[in-house]
């Protein structure tokens, strides 16, 4: 089959790889629809990467397949159904997963990224980390459940309420999953600060009240913002200085981007005297069933997010326009 593989270095190739066998009583052999590129591939792929990645591995750890067969002790999944994974599979017995945190659980080893994920035709997957979705669900938003899933992680922490005012910084897909299901919960006024017209326009699209340059942030906040805003979040990995000034007395901060360079400085007083919550969200937790939920009911606005549909052999381009910030979310359909 061929498989788009991690060559180190920031080398992405695409390569012929033998079809991958049920090699584990729990393993899924599953036929690949669809999968995402993240901006995590993104990452991956910087000299010197962004995030760790193994080199030889297949990338791709936001997809939808069909099961083509089942490991002998598989008893609860069946052939035929059309799942979506989270590729991040927990242990369930480590320290982390028995507290119910399974984002901390010591022992995920990440399909696309230390295991092969789905940029290919065909990936294994353990029964565990599997969760159905309906058939009738478009493709290219059931590629959107497993960043889902690590959004409504942070909106879960978020508990925004009706009425409430929210700033999301970084209209990436990120940001554009959490507009989207801000929008749905009531939020408002919904701002969003992005430098690029193109993704502005997308969270524009998928729910956002006002979108801003963060320039014109600096310039409109005391206006549209004079008691700060109730929930702030950095969906780009850096901000939290600015997502700081941005809160309001008792104001929550949701963590979500991430950036392992970034080091700013802080303007601590501030968080002891407005009283903030700051909220780190890292990747999902126990949160595939609510995004399946959400998608499959149609209750948010997330069409407008996929800008990109491209073929497995296309997957260098798909990267290069998610660089250059032309395209919000690629697709890929192996
Ligand atoms: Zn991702
Ligand atoms: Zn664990």
């Not at 790889?17 to 049920?22: A, E, K, S």
């Not at 799942?83 to 119910?100: H, R, T, Y």
């Not at 929210?166 to 969003?192: E, H, N, Q, Y």
Request: glycine share 12%.
């Amino acid at each position: 089959m061929r498989a788009a593989v991690y060559g180190g270095d920031g080398r992405l190739g695409l390569e012929d790889r033998p079809m991958p066998r049920i090699e584990l009583d729990d393993d899924l052999l599953i036929a690949v629809e669809a999968c995402g590129i993240c901006g995590s591939d993104l990452q991956i792929l910087n000299v010197p990467p962004g995030h760790p990645a193994t080199p030889g591995t297949i990338l791709g750890h936001e997809f939808v397949g069909r099961v083509e067969a089942i490991g002998a002790g598989v008893t609860a999944i069946d052939v035929g159904w059309r799942v979506v994974v989270d590729p991040d599979p927990k242990c369930g017995i480590c320290q982390s997963c028995q507290a119910g945190r399974p984002a901390n659980c010591e022992h995920i080893v990440a399909l696309g990224v230390y295991r092969d994920g789905g940029l290919a035709s065909h990936v294994i997957a353990p029964a565990a980390a599997v969760y159905r979705i309906a058939e009738d669900v478009p493709t290219a938003r059931a590629a959107l459940v497993e960043p889902l899933a690590c959004v409504i992680n942070g909106t879960n922490r978020a508990a925004v309420r009706p009425g409430e005012s929210v700033v999301v910084m970084g209209a990436g897909t990120i940001g554009c999953l959490f507009v989207a299901v801000f929008a749905a919960a009531g939020a408002g006024p919904l701002i969003v600060v992005e430098p690029n017209p193109v993704r502005a326009a997308v969270a524009a699209a998928v729910g956002a009240d006002v979108t801003l340059t963060p320039e014109e942030f600096q310039e409109r906040r005391q206006a549209l913002l004079p008691n700060g805003a109730d929930v702030v979040v950095d969906a780009v990995g850096s901000l939290l200085p600015a997502a700081i000034e941005a809160a309001g007395m008792g104001g929550r901060i949701v963590l979500f981007g991430m950036n392992g360079a970034a080091r700013p400085a802080i303007h601590q007083v501030e968080i002891t005297e407005k009283g903030l919550t700051i909220l780190g969200s890292y990747i999902s937790n126990f949160t595939f069933p609510t995004a399946i939920r959400l998608v499959e009911a149609g209750s948010l606005v997330l069409d407008p997010i996929v800008t990109t549909v491209l073929p497995l052999d296309q997957v260098v381009d798909g990267l290069a326009s998610l660089r250059s910030g032309d395209a919000t979310k690629v697709v890929i359909t192996p």
